[in-house]
């Protein structure tokens, strides 16, 4: 007689808190109309929205990989609960067989036994079998969800690296979110404290009055890493905050695939 359970198990084994804010990712790459940009500024704004957009792209093949993951394992479990069906009737048929071929009752009731048997650890293994399956998928997705980030991280970071001009062009629209103030400090990492400083007269353009700016070299702050301060409050335009709001909305995105 086939074993039910290696049928199962080989078919599934194939398959298996202080005033703090953050600017938003739209925000973060999108130019702004109310300060005119050189061109130099505007060529590396659209060379920042084209990174996003391929970041973008990437995550939705992402997406698309887990949804046809999904529906193939769901496609399986649906074959393997067509072949236990059949299963199930030749047990109950070669159960009855035999008992009418013994020719006694308890034959017949022994046949019954082992069929009940049968049937009880079939449904243990069908159990068993969805709870791997749902374990797999969740897996699969946070796989996905972190490859994904990996993703957007290297190309973030290759862009920045390649001129630091980029990083003071996210800076600029940093500042754009304060430029009603008439006093503001910026912190950014020593790696780009040269290139930030050096701009300041720039950035000083970029505010609707006399300001008094600062710029200060932070070591504790990531390489990308840039704050903010104000009266208005502290924003981490950081590149690390940046991602870290990509995966968030990854992470929305496959919860919303699961419950669908």
């Given at each position: 007689?086939?074993?039910?359970?290696?049928?199962?198990?080989?078919?599934?084994?194939?398959?298996?808190?202080?005033?703090?804010?953050?600017?938003?990712?739209?925000d973060y790459f999108t130019?702004?109309?109310?300060?005119?940009?050189t061109n130099s500024e505007l060529q590396t704004s659209l060379q920042a929205q084209t990174i996003l957009e391929n970041a973008k792209v990437e995550a939705?093949?992402?997406?698309?990989?887990?949804?046809?993951?999904?529906?193939t394992v769901q496609q399986q479990i649906l074959q393997e609960k067509e072949n236990w069906e059949d299963e199930k009737q030749q047990l109950v048929e070669t159960a009855r067989k035999e008992g009418y071929e013994i020719g006694l009752q308890q034959g017949h009731q022994d046949g019954l036994a082992q069929y009940h048997q049968?049937?009880?650890?079939?449904?243990?293994?069908?159990?068993?079998?969805?709870?791997?399956?749902?374990?797999?998928?969740?897996?699969?997705?946070?796989?996905?969800?972190l490859i994904g980030l990996k993703v957007a991280e290297k190309i973030v970071d290759a862009h920045l690296n390649e001129n630091d001009e980029h990083f003071v062009s996210l800076v600029k629209r940093a500042i754009r979110e304060v430029r009603e103030h008439s006093e503001v400090k910026i912190y950014v990492h020593p790696t780009y404290y040269d290139a930030v400083i050096s701009q300041k007269d720039e950035l000083k353009e970029i505010f609707n009055q006399e300001v008094d700016l600062f710029i200060y070299p932070d070591a504790q702050l990531p390489d990308h890493g840039c704050?903010?301060?104000?009266?208005?409050?502290?924003?981490?335009?950081?590149?690390?905050t940046q991602l870290q709001q990509i995966k968030e909305k990854l992470r929305e995105r496959f919860e919303q695939l699961e419950e669908a």
């Open positions: 007689m086939i074993s039910l359970s290696k049928i199962i198990k080989a078919s599934f084994t194939r398959n298996t808190g202080n005033d703090k804010r953050v600017i938003e990712i739209r130019a702004q109309k109310q300060v005119p940009e939705e093949t992402l997406k698309r990989e887990a949804q046809l993951y999904y529906e049968l049937i009880e650890q079939a449904r243990q293994i069908v159990e068993s079998a969805n709870s791997e399956y749902y374990r797999q998928i969740e897996a699969a997705n946070e796989t996905i969800l704050i903010i301060e104000s009266p208005f409050g502290r924003i981490d335009a950081s590149v690390d």
